[in-house]
């Protein structure tokens, strides 16, 4: 089984700044990464897929990169409503089985 | 716009049953592939159960394979979740989500349901 590890567990940025959130797989899963938002008692959405394609809707301030076990989610410049939990998730092609990170808070500093 | 509305959920006793059901709109439901992913209070998410757009192929986590059965109905785009043989750690905020062709991600979500087991 895969495992996703994300870090740091809480991060602190002011708004206006910009944060990094990373996000490490047990093993290698190409580019089949995608990240989420979940703000509280909400469901969460969809962020990035393929590691670094922007799902529809979401602001350019949002991009991810990495390829193989190294990922990252950048946000280029914090906005009030950017405040979340952030997950990522990898998807095993066959058979099909999905995992989460444990997931990293951005909190405002 | 697509939309999830999910039903179901309550308190249950260890070794109840309970059924889930997601309404789904604004796509074409037979097309997609579907899911459940649960959240535990205070936890991560975790994935559950998936099905193919068209029904005939099904996968669970391994927390759940033996006790929980997800099914859809393509003519009503519904999809349910019955769940067997429920234990405390079951507990969680339960989601439906959509799933992209090709079953790699979920692009869509559910309002959530609570499932509480608990004598």
């Known amino acids: 089984e895969i495992v996703m590890t994300q870090y740091p567990a809480t991060l602190s940025v002011s708004p206006g700044e910009r944060a990094t959130l990373s996000c490490r797989a047990s093993?290698?899963?190409?580019?089949?990464l995608a990240w989420y938002q979940q703000k509280l008692g909400q469901a969460p959405r969809l962020l990035i897929h393929g590691a670094s394609t922007r799902a529809i809707g979401i602001p350019g301030r949002f991009s991810g990169s990495g390829s193989g076990t190294e990922f990252t989610l950048t946000i280029s410049s914090l906005q009030p409503e950017d405040f979340a939990v952030y997950y990522c998730?990898?998807?095993?092609?066959?058979?099909?089985?999905?995992?989460f990170g444990q997931g990293t808070k951005l909190e405002i500093k | 716009e697509v939309q999830l509305l999910q039903s179901g959920g309550g308190l249950v006793q260890p070794g109840g049953s309970l059924r889930l059901s997601c309404a789904a709109s604004g796509f074409i439901f037979s097309s997609y592939p579907m899911a459940w992913v649960r959240q535990a209070p205070g936890k991560g998410l975790e994935w559950v159960s998936a099905?193919?757009?068209?029904?005939?192929?099904?996968y669970y986590a391994d927390s759940v394979k033996g006790r929980f059965t997800i099914s859809r109905d393509n003519s009503k785009n519904t999809l349910s979740l019955q769940m067997n043989s429920l234990r405390v750690d079951d507990t969680a905020v339960y989601f439906c989500?959509?799933?992209?062709?090709?079953?790699?991600?979920?692009?869509?979500w559910g309002q959530g349901t609570l499932v509480t087991v608990s004598s």
């Open positions: 099905v193919s757009a068209g029904g005939d192929r099904t």
């Open positions: 998730q990898q998807y095993n092609v066959w058979p099909p089985t999905y995992t």
């Open positions: 989500a959509k799933l992209v062709v090709g079953m790699y991600f979920f692009d869509y």
């Open positions: 093993q290698s899963v190409s580019t089949n």
